[in-house]
């Protein structure tokens, strides 16, 4: 019990600790990324399109970069800790026209009820998410049965096994820098956490960047 009671303590912690880090970085965070968002942006296009339409949930919105790529058949709901960049996002989605509900929200602790959502989507989140497989649980719980869980996220390179040895010497630096981990094995998470995963594409060389597309686990037939 004291064990548990201690590693809730310390996400806590560490929930504080990256909220208030994205607060701090959400005036200038698209500036950070302006040089790869080219690509970026090509991956998010193929991302959204596979989403289609009905109720949606969209995890770590941060500040709406694929706003403009939500389907109009969709209704989505944003969700993201820090509330510095859910304001960037307001901005973006009412520059855009775009009818999006965007709310304060942590996706360790989602606040709507079971099978609320047809689909959730995830882009480059769970590097940043204390407890990624806590989160992951919830995406599985807000779903809908049948529903789908579509991520797009960077991982830790396995091959040649130097590559992954070095990002996981420079990950606590880079972590206390970005808040992000860069050695996150995010297609096994989604597996650990009781996912049906579908499929798995590398999207980027050597596999650091991956698109996941996942379900809730049928529970309906045990056994």
């Given at each position: 019990m004291s064990e548990l009671v201690g590693a809730r303590a310390t996400a806590a912690r560490q929930t504080t600790s990256t909220q208030a880090r994205y607060n701090r970085i959400a005036p200038y965070y698209d500036l950070t990324e302006a040089l790869l968002e080219p690509i970026f942006s090509r991956w998010r296009r193929k991302?959204?399109?596979?989403?289609?339409?009905?109720?949606?949930?969209?995890?770590?919105?941060?500040?709406?970069?694929?706003?403009?790529?939500?389907?109009?058949?969709?209704?989505?709901?944003?969700?993201?800790?820090?509330?510095?960049?859910?304001?960037?996002?307001?901005?973006?989605?009412?520059?855009?026209?775009?009818p999006v509900e965007l709310r304060a929200m942590d996706v360790q602790e989602l606040e709507f009820p079971d099978g609320s959502f047809d689909a959730a989507v995830a882009t480059f989140v769970f590097c940043s998410v204390p407890d990624p497989l806590r989160g992951l649980r919830e995406l599985a719980r807000v779903v809908r049965p049948g529903g789908q869980i579509v991520l797009l996220e960077h991982v830790r390179v396995d091959r040649p096994a130097i590559i992954g040895q070095l990002m996981d010497m420079l990950d606590p630096l880079l972590v206390r820098m970005t808040g992000a981990h860069i050695?996150?094995?995010?297609?096994?998470?989604?597996?650990?956490?009781?996912?049906?995963?579908?499929?798995?594409?590398?999207?980027?060389?050597?596999?650091?960047?991956?698109?996941?597309?996942?379900?809730?686990?049928?529970?309906?037939?045990?056994?």
């Open positions: 991302l959204w399109a596979m989403v289609g339409g009905g109720r949606v949930l969209e995890v770590g919105v941060g500040t709406g970069k694929n706003l403009r790529y939500h389907p109009p058949e969709a209704e989505v709901t944003g969700v993201d800790l820090s509330d510095r960049m859910l304001q960037q996002a307001r901005r973006k989605a009412a520059k855009l026209g775009r050695n996150r094995r995010t297609a096994e998470n989604v597996r650990r956490a009781g996912l049906e995963v579908e499929r798995v594409e590398n999207r980027a060389p050597l596999g650091l960047v991956k698109l996941i597309v996942a379900r809730p686990a049928d529970t309906s037939h045990p056994g």
